[in-house]
Structure formats: structure tokens, C-alpha cells
């Protein structure tokens, strides 16, 4: 093994060393929310007969995929975005990492790399359990397995590429305002709850909430896990999010070298 190549190992196996003695803390910062949601509505609604949550309203098909999805995604921001933001502020631990055998960009991309693979391991985590807390029908059916793989990829290499662009560009102090501004309108606009075809009484928001990467990821979910519920078609989610990926990371890139360079 070269050096560049190991001291990016290195640096992953640190970040690795970290979560791991922080596991606990990982997997509730995770899971409370999505599994709170799967509780409430596919298996506390179902059980006393309400509307949304209803035997054969299919409600569950359509929320199991966008928990998957918005936990995935928010997963890897938070674990790259929060604590990249404290290397940067007061502390500058950041210049630890930089005095590795590697070019900045370099550092930078195992950021991203571990904030896709915390982002992986959250969503093997939201979707066994929520399968196993639901008692309404959840019509899972994976008939294209090379595809789930192709958009749970993307999704979490979205959201580490996203985690490090906010990194970069937040400082700390702003960091608690972004998330409160950022995770409540990506979530409600990120066709999590209902699939993006529900939203054409309301065209304009329809192609508004376009913009949201989230979409794409959802839907692209729905596509794979529930293909009975309605969808985006696979080249639709997998070329935005294709691109959106070159995009954030390519930004994200450019604002870490920014930012060490100051």
C-alpha cells in the first residue's frame, strides 16, 4: 500500500474508531425520529383503525421508503457538517488532518467517504426495524436489486457531499440555526410522506419542490422497495441525483480548500 492510500485509510480507520466508542449515541441520534414516525404512523394507527395509517390505505408503503431515505440522507449531513464545522471554528483541529501525506482535496474526500458510510449504516438500520414495528401491509418488492444498490449509493453519497459543503460554509455558532432552517422544509418538501405524483393538484409546488435533493432519493427508494406506489421513472431520479452528486461534491471540495487555505 502506497502512503497517500494509507494515510487516507488512516485517517477513515481514526473516524471509525470514534463512532465506534460513540455507538450508542449514533444509533439513538438516528433512529428516534424515523422509528417514532414508523410507531406512530404504520403500527399505533392501524391499530386503532385511523384514517392515514389504515389497513389498505398503503400509507406505510409510502412512508417505510422516505424514512429510508430522509434518514440516510440527514444522517450522513449532521455526522460530516457538525463536527467539520468544530474542526474549523476555535479549535482548528482541522490542521491536524491537513499535515497528513495527502492533498487537501484528498482530506476532504474522506470526509465525505465516512459521511457516506455512517449514512449506509443508518439506513441498514431504519429499514429492518420499521418493516418489523409496522402492522399495516408494506408492499416490499425488490424486483431490480442492482438498482436498489445503485440509488442507496447515490443517496449517501449525496448526503456526504451535502454534510460537507454545510461543513464548510456554516460556521459553528450558525450551525444549530441552519439545521432548524434546512432539515424541517427538506423533509415536508422531500416527498418523505407522499410520492412526488400526489403533488399534481398543486403543480407549482410540484415542480418547486424539484429542487430538493431529497426527492430524488425518496423516490428513487419507492422505485426499488415499493414499486406497486407511484413513482418518478428511474432515469428521472438517477440522472438529477447523478448530477446533483457531481455538484455538491465538487462544491463541497472547492469550500474545504477555501477554508484551509484561510
Known sequence: MNRPIAAFAGLLLRDVS?????????????????????????????????????????????????????TAVFAGVSTVSLPLAIEFGATREIEDRIMAPLPVWAVALEKMVFGAMQSLLS????????????????????????????????????????????????????MGLV????????????????????????????????????VYMAEGLRATLTPDVPHM???TYLSVGAA???????????LFGRRVAI
Do not use: K, M
Not at 139 to 164: E, T
Not at 166 to 174: C, D, E, N
Open 18 to 70: 470514534v463512532l465506534r466508542h460513540h455507538l450508542s449515541e449514533f444509533v439513538l441520534r438516528t433512529l428516534a425520529q424515523p422509528l417514532l414516525f414508523v410507531f406512530v404512523f404504520a403500527y399505533l394507527f392501524p391499530r386503532i383503525g385511523q384514517g392515514v395509517g389504515g389497513p389498505g390505505s398503503g400509507f406505510a408503503s409510502v412512508l417505510i421508503p422516505g424514512l429510508v431515505a430522509v
Open 123 to 174: 439506513a441498514a438500520f431504519v429499514l429492518p426495524l420499521g418493516l418489523l414495528i409496522s402492522t399495516a401491509d408494506i408492499g416490499i418488492s425488490v424486483r431490480r436489486p442492482g438498482l436498489l444498490v445503485a440509488v442507496v449509493l447515490l443517496a449517501c453519497w449525496i448526503s456526504g457531499a451535502l454534510g460537507l459543503a454545510v461543513g464548510t460554509l456554516v460556521p459553528p455558532q450558525r
Open 244 to 254: 446533483l452528486a457531481v455538484v455538491l461534491t465538487a462544491i463541497g471540495l472547492r
Open 179 to 214: 439545521f432548524s432552517v434546512l432539515v424541517v422544509p427538506l423533509t415536508f418538501l422531500g416527498c418523505v410522506y407522499y410520492p412526488w405524483a400526489a403533488l399534481a393538484p398543486v403543480r407549482w409546488l410540484q415542480l418547486g419542490v424539484l429542487a430538493n435533493p431529497l
Open 233 to 235: 421513472s428511474a432515469a
